[in-house]
């Protein structure tokens, strides 16, 4: 099975297709799926694949071609309708139809529901097919037809807001006005479903809720048809027995939520309080449920709580404490989910918790925090104990485990709620029951607690962390009956003394016992990582009294391979003593600990390179140069002398730095052909630069020549990163810019030569986002004698190539340069060079001015994402501010050559009031605005 198939080639014929797709599900050899497969796609691709899937649902050769036929279907409807002449829709309907209508009990539901997804998509994208939703009742509308008709009217309104269906805000709205036309039929139909017991009566039920709950939260049928409905009040009915069928229950439970969501965007306060009401009638099916062990009946009602809690929230909040709103009991019921003894339950409910604190701390209303401060606190004190892990486990928990990622979770939630309770109040619980406990998994629970809130204490609180710390530092070695302390707590108990350290910073007196005791954690292995992340947490908090100890800080750090540390603490610890470093007054005193700290780093580096092609490097070993250049970037990114080092002053690193030089220039050579080594050489020096600013000078000859070097022959994107350094620093130093040019010349051609080749933006978009910030700081540092080079204009034309690229980084990069480039010819009017920089830029506008506004909109209303609109709208904006005449003249033209081939068209109406809103806009916001909505009309 080779080669590509497309309309000038035969078609395969309708045996070869049956056969590779036996060969995708059956054959044993895996070389032989792996064609198939390939085959496959490209005949998923062809024109051929519409004719020969319908003739396949025909034969029902096997389950397997059945499925890939229906699939392949509903997938070239949905992606390649566009190749279909508008003559054959009528034939494909019918055809669609037609299989529809074949399908029985004994079909798989697979095939079912993509040939169901195929008609719903065609309704969509054939707005010549007027009243499909009637002729679908009629033509469906029997008992071996139900399922499959039901199934259809569920998925449609799914499909409308799909973002694979380009359809179209003008198509939508039509659609979505043709459902609401459809709601009391559908709902007869419904009903009628649900009056004719036939043997399939469960799966005919399940269907006619999710239907409905389909069409509930799309908005086409309206609330106030709710109490009446027969389909609502069989949801009610299955949820209040407990004992009611799982799949049932749980589509009863998505409708029921469905039906609260809407609620909350209306605004009818009876239909409110009634369904209010039998949702807290829900309480006792939940504890029976709760008494039978069933949990996934559990956390559907857990589900109804926390969406009823959501759907009334801001009517909650927006109440006075004189007269509160009748929904807040249900908090009550929420936090009695919170207390099963699943952790899954509270789980479900974080996204209320959440949003009850976002809504408390944007009002800022203490009396209405009161309200809600017994909630938060019982909340606490539930998760506390849902955070307890089970008495015989042995060890710790693995960071990839589910249990610890909810207590993660829980951490972040507590974090964002401590507020409103009060972090010494939450500490105050804590040590309560700290005092309490002897169990341990209790114990460590609470410790987990307590250091998720630890940060918020204030730095001069004295009642009740002296005595926490205190029991954090004297926990015995052993526990109760001689066995050991459990690890688990002691890893806690040392993460909650990192935490705390700006606490121990105010609290000098402490900060002795509370090194002994990490120094004493860090010889554990078990405990090692958390006592350097909890070291490194002391050394930034308390830099000044640290200086004293740095001489045993150092000592760690040439024993730091010895401990057992994961790469993370122990590069922290690194980092650690140089924030200690910058704050040494004596220059000699900080160069010389400066120089045993890169020694460190640098010698064992050094003997690496002496034999680099030693066996495959393990990832951050002791054999990999990253683990050292990345201490080393440590090193000069957080060593920032407090004592000031503006020139003619020699910077106290600069000796230090100037003797690494060497070194980190033999990495970035030997390691040229590794690309994650040589991102962490130039990052390295990256910051070494920056260390140093302007005093860096005496590298930049050879750092460049190297840079231009080693791109020309490995084109690894980080040298255009490490060259926009460069200009960030030095392109304002005179004597610098003529160089820094050279070197942008000379990046130039292999650039060009990478992106040129076949899918090169899309395979190289590192490289389109580090050459285009690299020409943004040129900009930025020395804009006239970047508008004055030759090249400038070939850099234009890459951006207009690379500015329909999808990728975030890049397209930002390649936006920033256009605004900076449009800008430069208004800012900084006081400049001697602004009228000589208006001239240059106003013949750049003139000259690529129409090609980037027809770029720019054509890209974004065709292929590009959302979030790339609030730069193009920068870009716009500035485009408009230079000229606004000649570019409302280019928009217009672009506008009119956009595609327009949707049915209903956009209107002529509708691309002048875009046209009209982007020439008012007054700032780049409102552009960045009116484009997103203007784009909603082709998508």
């Not at 392949?72 to 055809?95: A, C, Y």
């Not at 389909?214 to 389909?231: A, E, Q």
């Not at 609290?507 to 292995?525: I, K, S, W, Y």
């Not at 066996?615 to 990999?624: C, E, H, P, Q, Y």
């Amino acid at each position: 099975m080779r080669g590509d198939m497309d309309g000038s080639t035969p078609p395969p014929s309708f045996e070869l297709v049956a056969k590779a797709i036996n060969s995708l599900y059956n054959s044993p050899d895996y070389t032989e799926k792996a064609d198939a497969s390939r085959w496959l796609q490209d005949y998923q691709n062809s024109p051929f694949a519409w004719t020969i899937s319908d003739q396949l649902l025909q034969q029902k050769l096997s389950l397997e071609t059945c499925y890939f036929a229906a699939q392949t279907l509903r997938s070239k409807i949905q992606s390649n309708f566009h190749e279909l002449p508008r003559d054959v829709h009528e034939s494909l309907r019918n055809s669609l139809l037609d299989h529809l209508r074949a399908v029985t009990g004994a079909t798989d539901t697979a095939i079912r529901t993509q040939l169901c997804l195929a008609m719903a998509d065609l309704i969509l994208l054939m707005p010549e097919w007027k009243n499909s939703v009637p002729e679908l009742m009629t033509k469906l509308n029997s008992m071996s037809t139900m399922l499959t008709l039901l199934e259809v009217l569920m998925v449609l309104p799914e499909e409308v807001d799909s973002r694979h269906l380009r359809l179209g805000a003008n198509r939508r709205h039509e659609v979505k006005d043709d459902l609401k036309n459809c709601a009391e039929a559908l709902s007869q139909l419904l009903d009628s479903c649900l009056s004719n017991a036939t043997d399939n009566q469960l799966h005919i039920q399940n269907m006619v809720i999710k239907c409905y709950s389909s069409w509930l939260i799309l908005g086409v049928l309206p609330v106030s048809s709710v109490s009446s409905s027969g389909v609502i009040h069989l949801t009610v009915s299955v949820l209040s027995t407990h004992a009611s069928p799982a799949s049932l229950h749980e589509s009863s439970s998505d409708c029921i939520i469905n039906l609260l969501t809407r609620l909350e965007k209306e605004n009818d306060e009876a239909l409110e309080r009634q369904i209010f009401e039998t949702v807290m009638n829900l309480k006792t099916p939940y504890h029976l449920a709760v008494g039978e062990e069933d949990l996934d009946k559990c956390l559907n009602y857990c589900r109804i709580f926390t969406e009823t809690g959501e759907s009334f929230l801001t009517r909650m909040v927006a109440s006075t404490p004189a007269n509160p709103h009748f929904s807040i009991p249900v908090l009550d019921t929420v936090l009695l989910c919170c207390g099963h003894l699943d952790y899954e339950m509270p789980d479900v409910t974080f996204n209320l918790w959440y949003r009850l604190s976002e809504e408390l701390y944007s009002r800022n209303d203490d009396d209405l925090i009161n309200i809600f401060r017994p909630y938060i606190t019982s909340l606490i004190l539930c998760l506390s104990r849902h955070c307890q892990m089970e008495p015989d486990m042995v060890g710790v928990l693995s960071e990839d485990e589910d249990f610890a990622e909810f207590r993660s979770r829980v951490s972040d939630l507590i974090k964002d709620c401590v507020f409103i309770v009060g972090s010494s109040a939450v500490f105050g619980h804590m040590y309560t029951q700290l005092k309490a406990t002897s169990q341990w998994e209790q114990t460590e629970a609470t410790l987990f607690v307590m250091q998720a809130v630890a940060r918020n204490i204030h730095p001069e609180e004295k009642d009740i962390v002296p005595a926490v710390l205190q029991e954090v530092l004297t926990l015995p070695a052993a526990g109760g009956g001689g066995g050991m302390l459990h690890q688990a707590v002691r890893v806690t108990a040392t993460r909650l003394i990192g935490e705390l350290s700006e606490w121990i910073g105010k609290h000098p007196d402490t900060l002795q016992a509370v090194l002994e005791h990490l120094l004493h954690g860090l010889q554990d292995p078990v405990v090692a990582s958390e006592a350097a992340n909890s070291l490194q947490s002391i050394c930034s908090m308390c830099k000044e009294q640290m200086t004293q100890h740095f001489g045993g800080l150092l000592h760690i750090l040439e024993q730091l391979d010895n401990f057992k540390l994961k790469p993370e603490p122990a590069k922290g610890l690194v980092k650690g003593a140089a924030l200690i470093l910058g704050t040494m007054h004596e220059k000699e005193q900080l160069s010389t600990a400066l120089q045993k700290i890169c020694e460190l780093q640098v010698n064992p580096l050094n003997q690496l390179m002496e034999n680099p092609q030693q066996a495959k490097i393990v990832r951050l070993s002791t054999g990999d140069p990253v683990l050292y250049l990345d201490r080393l970037a440590d090193v000069f990114r957080y060593v920032s002398p407090s004592n000031g080092c503006r020139v003619p002053n020699p910077h106290p690193c600069k000796g230090v730095i100037e003797n690494s030089w060497p070194v980190l220039s033999r990495a970035c050579d030997v390691y040229a052909d590794n690309e994650r080594i040589t991102e962490r050489a130039c990052r390295t020096i990256r910051f070494a630069v920056r260390c140093l600013g302007a005093q860096s000078s005496t590298l930049l000859p050879s750092l460049v020549g190297q840079l231009i070097r080693l791109y020309e022959s490995h084109k690894h994107s980080c040298y255009l990163y490490l060259g926009s350094i460069l200009v960030d620093e030095f392109a304002c130093e005179e004597g610098c810019v003529a160089g820094l040019l050279e070197m942008v010349q000379s990046f130039i051609q292999p650039t060009y030569s990478l992106l040129a080749r076949e899918h090169g933006l899309r395979d190289n978009p590192g490289t389109v986002d580090d050459f285009f910030r690299l020409n943004n700081r040129f900009l930025q540092r020395a804009p006239m004698p970047y508008l004055q080079t030759e090249f400038l204009k070939s850099v234009i034309e890459c951006g207009l190539m690379s500015a329909s690229l999808d990728h975030r980084d890049a397209n930002t990069s390649v936006m920033k340069f256009f605004e900076t480039l449009l800008r430069s010819a208004h800012t900084r009017p006081d400049l001697q060079d602004f009228q000589a920089r208006q001239h240059l830029v106003g013949g750049l506008y003139k000259e690529f001015g129409n090609r980037l506004v027809e770029t720019l909109v054509r890209s974004a209303v065709l292929t590009l994402p959302y979030y790339t609109y609030a730069d193009i709208g920068d870009v716009l904006y500035h485009l408009s501010e230079l000229d606004k005449v000649t570019f409302c003249t280019w928009l217009e033209a672009t506008l009119k050559n956009l595609p327009n081939n949707g049915t209903p068209a956009v209107t002529s109406r509708q691309l002048e009031e875009f046209h009209q809103a982007v020439a008012k806009a007054e700032d780049p916001g409102e552009v960045a605005h009116q484009l997103r909505e203007f784009v909603r009309l082709w998508r």
